[in-house]
């Protein structure tokens, strides 16, 4: 199946810090989700991509759709405890319709 | 509620058993999904209805897995002779139909553990 490699797997970091993480795919993209995981609940859209080199914010979080439509990067400024929890990159895979995969996850743990 | 909501939240059974693993979607939600998330990995895609069309089963790993979705709602996925590899959270979500959004709703999941 459709392989979205996430980096780094797992991130402590100080609160306050800044975080980068991305995913990238061996197949173009055309559209390239963020979602959120609290421990015990499923995951929660936070930002949606739909255009190659698009940036767009929600609140402290920036992502972006790289120009190559293989890759997206999600970045968190100014980390607080309640950011902790697993980040999934996640798409449509090409030709599938609505058959959305999801990324091997990157673990953050926020310390105060 | 308004959420997709998932039964049981907790499954244990023993090797060779069968469960059954519910999930409501949120009303009007013609699109529903399966997938199996292991113990600090991913989501695995299992399998994807949409409306009345044929489902998409190209993620169940095997023949012991099955699913079915009764009249454009609730759907259940079906494990025979359960095995200890099958031990993960099983999540559910929904979206609208003719969206392309990505605005995938989950439940909580329903965590199967086989001893």
């Known amino acids: 199946g459709q392989q979205l490699n996430q980096s780094p797997q797992s991130m402590f970091i100080q609160e306050g810090e800044d975080v980068s993480m991305n995913c990238t795919s061996s197949?173009?993209?055309?559209?390239w989700l963020w979602y959120k995981q609290d421990p015990g609940e499923g995951p929660v859209l936070l930002i949606a991509?739909?255009?190659?080199?698009e940036l767009t914010s929600n609140g402290r979080l920036t992502a972006q759709f790289g120009i190559t439509r293989k890759d997206s990067f999600l970045n968190i400024s100014a980390s607080i405890p309640s950011d902790v929890g697993i980040y999934f990159c996640a798409g449509p895979y090409p030709n599938t319709g609505n058959q959305f995969y999801f990324g091997t996850g990157t673990s953050l743990t926020v310390i105060p | 509620g308004a959420g997709v909501s998932q039964s049981p939240s907790n499954k244990v059974t023993e090797k060779g058993k069968d469960v059954e693993l519910r999930c409501d979607p949120i009303?009007?939600?013609?699109?529903l999904y399966w997938y199996r998330q292991s113990l600090g990995q991913g989501l695995e895609f299992l399998i994807y209805?949409?409306?009345?069309?044929?489902?998409?089963k190209s993620g169940l790993p095997s023949d012991r897995f099955s699913a079915e979705r009764t009249g454009g709602s609730v759907s259940t996925l079906t494990i025979q002779r359960t095995q200890q590899e099958d031990s993960a959270v099983y999540l559910c979500?929904?979206?609208?139909?003719?969206?392309?959004?990505?605005?995938?709703?989950f439940g909580e999941g329903s965590r199967l553990t086989v001893l």
């Open positions: 979500a929904s979206s609208r139909a003719g969206t392309f959004t990505g605005e995938l709703f």
């Open positions: 197949s173009i993209f055309n559209t």
């Open positions: 991509l739909y255009k190659a080199g």
């Open positions: 009303s009007g939600h013609t699109a």
């Open positions: 209805f949409q409306g009345n069309s044929a489902p998409d």
